[in-house]
């Protein structure tokens, strides 16, 4: 008897980072243009590039609805082009615009552009259409429009592995209901309307096998990794890519790549990068290594997954836009997990094992998340799969355009370091095939982490879960070493961040505000959702309880003592917090699993020793206030 209650134990949850999409006009899809009251129809009327359409029909490879929300800008063409006053920097324009609906191969957005290329003239080369990385999940090169009869086959390239967590509060949509009570018509309210839609709220906790959330957190990451090709050799970037690039393109052709490889953008000779924010630059980059006592810079190297591969030019598109601008003929590395020279891991030690550092800086990587929830699991005396046409009550949904908004990272003396993230979702894109008439069907096919996603070894690398690594750091695996002083009696310690994001919802002259229907995917397309989600002022605080068997903590902090690594100049005035699963002697140094952070910035503002009423051990909860956070990992993962 199938259970007739969605169950908590048959849910699935992943995530990826967001990220653009380019489509280059002619040279991906022909375009033509055609405007209806506030509204702007894109309409592709012909596909040069398969790996983002459909071979026939011209379908783009998105969801139905999945991109409303996202905002679009322009790129102009030599021949009949757009015109100036429709481009985000240039005539008196300065226009983004907002997509309000996507099927098929049509796209519209608002409001209603002003260029004189609308009717029945296709846009010429070079008019290029850039959806922003923001509230855009990433392109899943194998889905196409779902149809009636058949599994569900509509999809994103959301597939990554969220943690070892147990429960996760989602962001539910609310209605911000105004009401008004109007005099003359007595006590009771007059008049309801419904206002903003805010998709706030989530959080989750993870016990920590990896440092991957921390990069959400702090908002920056940068590689190291053995210099090896595991794929091919002797690729370099075809032109300058600059930041916010969600392609590259290479010099070399691309055929032993696949989707699935990963890119490793190896800029040696480029400028060293800041990773520090409230000083200038002077110690130098950042070595690769664990113990280094200071650096400030590092060279931007950078690892992004390839998820589609065009077969029109040497192009690849990218899970993550690019943090930094890469010089032309920058030398870059092709990575896949089960070749030779790739990352592996066996009785506790990495062979080839991808250093990261992370920081914070200006801003941070938005993701989406996917959720599915369902009353049964294969069930042996129906035909019908989960998911599938036959399954009338499956509810998948994704969360798109999340940023962190706080964390809380912790660690006592019984248990596994744990991380607590708080975040916001921009909206909500829901399945709703299953409303639509006259035949219902579903739409999305939501991913089973380990059913078909991270269902072998390699896999499993893959999607951030590799065996061997699923294990999360315990508190025996760390040691705390504060202003050079190893601490060696610690209970519990606690940092907390902040990363000041706020949602914003704006006056953004949609046409769609009034109009909604319980079949929409994402309702009054987008229009009642936040528009914008923007990085505020950070803070850091760190507790810690220690056992007091020195009071020098407490005239540190009585003196008003400054620990910082610019003050000293030797890098011993910080506070490192190590954690090193299963080191065994010297077989693993090197090649464990590790992470390290490192505050080299700080004050100690409570230091109190109480006398305890059990007449027991001293305590002492120290108060540490930081300016920035850097963290070191070392794992198996390619990139966060």
């Known amino acids: 008897m199938p259970s007739t209650v969605y169950k908590g134990d048959i849910a699935e949850v992943s995530f990826a980072p967001e990220t653009g999409l380019v489509i280059r006009g002619v040279t991906d899809a022909t375009m033509r243009l055609s405007n209806s009251d506030d509204i702007t129809t894109i309409t592709f009327t012909a596909e040069s590039n398969t790996t983002l359409f459909e071979a026939s029909g011209f379908k783009l490879k998105y969801p139905k609805n999945m991109l409303v929300g996202s905002q679009v800008v322009w790129e102009k063409g030599s021949s009949t082009a757009v015109d100036d006053d429709d481009l985000p920097n240039s005539g008196t324009g300065g226009k983004t615009f907002t997509i309000v609906e996507n099927s098929g191969a049509t796209i519209k957005i608002t409001p209603a552009m002003t260029t004189s290329a609308l009717g ?41 592995f969220l943690g070892i967590a147990s429960t996760i509060t989602l962001p539910e949509t609310k209605v ?99 990773i520090v924010s409230d000083h200038e630059p002077d110690a130098g980059d950042w070595d690769g290594t664990f113990t280094q006592a200071k650096f400030d810079t590092a060279k931007p190297h950078e690892c992004r997954r390839i998820i589609g591969k065009s077969e029109t030019g040497n192009r690849l598109y990218l899970d993550e836009p690019l943090r930094y601008r ?61 998911g599938g046409v036959g399954d009338t009550k499956e509810l998948t949904r994704v969360y798109r355009g999340c940023k962190v908004t706080d964390f809380s990272m912790t660690v006592d003396n019984d ?48 999607s951030g879960i590799g065996v061997g690594t699923q294990k999360p750091f315990m508190f025996y695996n760390g040691s705390v070493q504060l202003g050079g002083v190893q601490v060696a009696q610690i209970f519990t310690f606690t940092l907390t961040g902040t990363t000041g994001v706020v949602s914003h919802h704006t006056i953004a002259g949609s046409s769609q505000a009034a109009a909604s229907t319980i079949t929409d995917q994402v309702p009054f397309a987008g229009s009642r959702n936040a528009n914008l989600m923007v990085e505020g002022q950070t803070t850091y605080e760190m507790t810690m ?29 910080r506070v490192l917090i190590e954690f090193e699963k299963n080191r065994i002697g010297s077989t ?30 001293v305590k002492s909860n120290l108060k540490i206030m930081a300016k920035a956070v850097k963290v070191i990992a070392r794992d198996t993962l390619h990139k966060y």
């Open 326 to 386: 890469h010089a032309s003929a920058t030398p870059v590395k092709i990575r896949r997990y089960g070749s030779s020279n790739s990352i592996t891991i066996s009785s506790n030690t990495i062979t080839n094992p991808a250093t990261h550092l992370l920081f914070s800086r200006s801003t941070l990587p938005s993701f989406c998340m996917e959720v599915s929830q369902r009353r049964r699991d294969l069930d042996s005396d129906e035909s019908a799969t989960d």
């Open 545 to 573: 309880e220690i056992a007091v068997d020195d009071p020098i903590f407490f005239h540190k902090m009585r003196t008003g003592a400054e620990f910082s690594t610019n003050v000293d100049g030797t890098g011993a005035n």
């Open 415 to 462: 248990a596994a370091l744990r991380l607590s993230v708080n975040f916001n979702s921009a909206l909500c894109y829901t399945d709703t095939g299953r409303l639509e008439s006259p035949t219902p069907f579903t739409r999305y096919g939501a991913h089973r982490m380990f059913d078909d996603i991270a269902n072998t070894d390699v896999k499993r690398l893959e």
């Open 588 to 617: 693993s140094a090197g090649n464990s699993e590790k992470m390290l952070l490192i505050i080299d910035d700080f004050y100690i503002t409570e230091a109190p020793i109480q006398i305890p009423e059990d007449k027991g051990i």
């Open 176 to 274: 911000d209901l105004k009401r008004f009570h109007v005099v003359g018509l007595g006590r009771d309210t007059s008049i309801q309307v419904p206002g903003k839609m805010i998709t706030e709220g989530g959080s989750f906790e993870v016990n920590m096998h990896t440092a991957r959330w921390l990069k959400y957190c702090l908002g920056n990451e940068l590689l190291e990794i053995a210099d090896n090709d595991t794929i091919g050799s002797g690729f370099q970037l075809s032109g300058i890519h600059n930041a916010g690039a969600s392609v590259v393109d290479l010099n070399n052709a691309t055929t032993s790549i696949a989707v699935g490889d990963y890119i490793d953008i190896r800029d040696e000779s480029g400028d060293s990068v800041p």
């Open 120 to 160: 029945t003239v296709d846009l010429g080369a070079g008019n290029n259409l850039h959806i922003l990385p923001y509230k855009t999940p990433p392109i899943n090169v194998s889905s196409s429009e779902a149809s009636s009869g058949t599994p569900a086959t509509e999809g994103c390239k959301i597939d990554q």
